[in-house]
């Protein structure tokens, strides 16, 4: 055997690194971030990525990562009516009252009005109180004690809306009183302004009320969750610009160079093997855009079919070879029973390296969602379908995935746990070494820090094993299996100035790490944009 030092271009094709559905994961998505909207039961709020797998294997990895999971069935519903069986018995709902603090001395000495209203009340006729109440309201409101028992008698039949304003004007004065509190919470709920309602129901929660109390609250807190998934006919739409920097625009080695072997008939020509520098890291500029519209229309009032049409499309300013432009159509049925959240869909997404055609991915999915707790839900995500690259028959797969999910939100902060495992199966057996199993461990955060902006994190680690050696006349890896480990890490700031225009700054690092030096890199974008909601 010869062995000679090599000093030669390394052929392109030799480098040119696989795009496949891991890489299809959009922690940017705007489809997505109004997707995670719908099945989170808390107001709509700019959500963190989804779990990212930034892989080795796609020559433009955050290019692609426009539209994983692009179901816009959990899109923040409207306002919806609500059932006439939800509201409380006065009996049920006087009983749990009591365990809250009691009225103040509103008053010195009652006046016989007074007298008659509260003995109404006591005696749950309301309906009696209300009227009297409306006969007197001209001298006595104003009164706290005129106001508190005016309130009271208007919420129990069902005239929330002149409730509301006695009660806030005893919040005013009485700001600590949690019985006053409840009962402004009680009227918002049932005015379907769920946001203020499930606001006041925690600052109730968070004056630590009996257990009584507490179990009331929760089960608000449960329908207000639960209410939140129903849907109504709707369309939304949303677009996100960003700039940035990327330290290594084609996810690729800052080797010089690499061991090599080219077998020539019964004679081997071995040595260092030169990387030209269109084939190490590039750094570069970018400008990014994208976009969605999503339709949703119910078919009964706990199930609903939708449709989405997203893209995106990014344009690095030094080099052109790896600008990348994804679109992706979507579909779905979702039903609702009771906290349980179950959809079934599909998706097709269609992806451009340098204006020419790429790969296309064709995906069933199934995805449940179970709000087990006021703060808590989990869920599991499974799909699977085909890849067919147009550039590398070798990259045509068939993928399945599947995600395990557990989440708690409570007041200005929420969490989520991921674990996930797949496979990418080489659809034919002479490109195994391409195929690869994985499993993945994921966490995110989100802390509020005003009404306005809060700060997000996630961290995500991969272990990727390939299924099979790379052949024994290989140049640089003959009969060796490939084995690496991903490491990502994001850090984002939000802000919204109104509900339909927001800001953004970001910082994702990622690493991956393997067995076999030509597939590791380090990768680094700082981005910010801003995004508009209609």
């Given amino acids: 055997m010869n062995r000679r030092l090599l000093v030669l271009a390394l052929p392109a094709a030799l480098l040119t690194p696989q795009l496949n559905a891991e890489e299809a994961t ?28 930034v892989s080795e294997n796609i020559k433009q990895p955050d290019a692609v990562k426009a539209i994983e999971n692009t179901s816009p069935s959990t899109l923040p519903p409207q306002p919806v009516k609500l059932p006439e069986s939800l509201p409380e018995q006065p009996e049920a709902h006087e009983e749990q009252a009591k365990q809250i603090a009691q009225v103040p001395e509103l008053i010195q000495q009652p006046s016989p009005v007074i007298t008659e209203l509260s003995a109404l009340i006591e005696n749950h006729r309301y309906s009696e109180a209300y009227q009297y109440a409306q006969d007197h309201r001209s001298e006595w409101e104003g009164d706290g004690e005129f106001d508190f028992n ?53 600052r109730i929660a968070a004056q630590n009320p009996p257990d009584g109390v507490q179990k009331h609250i929760d089960r608000f807190l449960s329908r207000i ?50 990387l030209n520098e269109e084939q190490k890291a590039k ?23 939708d449709i989405s049409l997203s893209g995106s499309y990014k344009d690095n300013t030094e080099n052109d070879d790896y600008d990348l432009a994804n679109t992706a159509l979507s579909g779905g049925f979702r039903m609702i ?35 087990f707790a006021p703060k808590w839900k989990t869920g599991i995500h499974i799909e699977a379908g085909h890849q ?43 490109n195994k070494f391409q195929g690869r ?24 680690y991969r272990d990727s094993q390939y299924q099979d050696e790379f052949d024994g006349l290989h140049p640089f890896y003959a009969n060796e299996k490939r084995e690496d480990q991903l490491t990502q890490l994001i850090l984002g700031w939000n802000y919204a100035f109104n509900k ?19 597939y590791e890199y380090d990768r680094t974008q700082i981005e910010a944009g801003a995004n508009f909601r209609f």
């Fill in 26 to 53: 959009a922690p940017q998505s705007v489809v997505e971030t109004q997707s995670e909207q719908a099945s989170d039961p808390e107001p709509a709020a700019e959500q963190l990525p989804d779990t990212e797998s």
């Fill in 337 to 371: 029973r009771g906290a349980h959240n179950l959809r079934f869909g599909g998706v097709y997404r269609q992806y451009w390296l340098a204006g020419e055609d790429l790969q296309t991915q064709i995906l069933g999915n199934t995805r449940w969602q179970w709000l």
């Fill in 437 to 460: 199993s994985y499993i993945g461990l994921g966490y995110q955060a989100r802390q509020a820090l005003s009404e306005s902006s809060q700060l997000y994190a996630l961290l995500n």
């Fill in 225 to 274: 969750a639960e209410q939140r998934q129903q849907v109504s006919p709707s369309w939304h739409g949303g677009i996100d610009v960003a700039a940035g920097y990327d330290s290594n625009i084609n996810a690729a080695t800052d080797l010089d160079a690499v061991q090599a072997t080219f077998y020539l008939g019964d004679t081997s020509l071995s040595g260092l093997l030169s």
């Fill in 150 to 202: 005016y309130g009271v008698a208007a919420a129990q039949i069902g005239h929330y809306n002149e409730a509301i304003f006695p009660f806030e004007r005893l919040l005013e004065e009485y700001p600590n009183n949690a019985r006053f509190r409840l009962e402004l919470a009680r009227c918002h709920y049932f005015l379907n302004n769920l946001t203020v309602a499930e606001t006041e129901f925690k």
């Fill in 388 to 430: 067919d690259n147009s550039q590398n028959d070798a990259l045509d797969f068939l993928q399945w995935q599947s995600k395990f999910n557990l989440s708690r939100s409570s007041e200005g902060f929420s969490q989520n746990f991921q674990l996930s495992v797949g496979a990418d199966e080489a659809s034919k057996d002479e």
């Fill in 500 to 518: 339909n225009i927001g800001a953004k700054v970001q910082l994702n690092h990622s690493q991956n790490d393997s067995n076999l030096e030509l």
């Fill in 283 to 305: 750094e570069s500029a970018y400008g990014q855009v994208q976009g969605y519209v999503l339709h949703q229309r119910p078919i009964t009032k706990r199930s609903n079919i």
